[in-house]
């Protein structure tokens, strides 16, 4: 089964600051990881998607990579601003034919950026 | 707009009272997923569709039913709810097959059974 572990569990950072969030899962056989953004009591938005033969994804302040060897996901985010605190989700989805609908969210990164 | 609805967003309910939360996407998505979100736990998946009448388990499924007659909506389903049900429940769907497969998330159901 996949197992997905996001570290660390809780960030509280000044404004400004450049940010990695972690993010590793236990089988390789992925076909894409996703970052998701959760705001309190509300929805997840998607942020990047990265393709298993990919490496990167960009989007404005935000760039993650993948190392599928190694099982391992980062979340860059540049010079942080206190509208970015929120809980950062990673998911993982399965290369497994007809279990290509299985999805595996990590517990997520609650990240606080204080002005 | 392209969006995956729920309703409900909110439910109080009794123990063994039938319910239905309907999900619906208008972005001719093949694949739709149920969620339920807890502290602690986190997202975990308890019925996916992967087509109209092709359905799987998840993580979770006990306790919970569904159903794909159409593409556009997959409704969730708890026969005999029970206070352990009381949850955040999302709805996602996503392309299929020939795309990159980014799960678009619907707002939420929180759920309530006492």
């Known amino acids: 089964k996949q197992e997905v572990t996001q570290i660390p569990a809780a960030l509280s950072v000044p404004e400004g600051e450049n940010l990695v969030l972690n993010c590793s899962f236990t089988?390789?056989?992925?076909?894409?990881l996703q970052w998701f953004r959760q705001d309190p009591g509300k929805g997840l938005t998607s942020l990047l998607l990265i393709q298993s033969s990919q490496r990167e994804q960009t989007s404005g302040r935000l760039n993650a990579s993948l190392d599928k060897s190694s099982g391992r996901s980062t979340l860059y985010i540049a010079a942080s601003q206190p509208g970015d605190s929120a809980t950062y989700l990673c998911?993982?989805?399965?290369?497994?034919?007809?279990?290509?609908?299985?999805?595996?969210f990590g517990r997520g990164t609650q990240l606080t950026v204080w002005p | 707009e392209a969006q995956v609805t729920q309703n409900p967003r909110y439910l109080i309910t009794v123990t063994g009272k039938k319910l239905t939360v309907t999900c619906s996407q208008n972005m001719n998505h093949e694949y739709m997923s149920w969620y339920r979100q807890d502290p602690g736990l986190g997202l975990r998946q308890i019925y996916y569709?992967?087509?109209?009448?092709?359905?799987d388990k998840g993580d979770v499924p006990e306790g919970y039913k569904v159903s794909r007659k159409e593409k556009r909506n997959f409704p969730l389903i708890l026969e005999s709810p029970s206070p352990n049900q009381t949850s955040l429940y999302f709805c996602a769907s996503s392309l299929g097959d020939r795309g990159p497969n980014e799960q678009f998330f619907g707002p939420g159901t929180r759920l309530t059974v006492l």
């Open positions: 089988d390789s056989a992925i076909y894409n």
């Open positions: 998911a993982v989805r399965r290369d497994r034919g007809s279990t290509l609908g299985r999805l595996y």
């Open positions: 569709s992967m087509n109209v009448e092709v359905t």
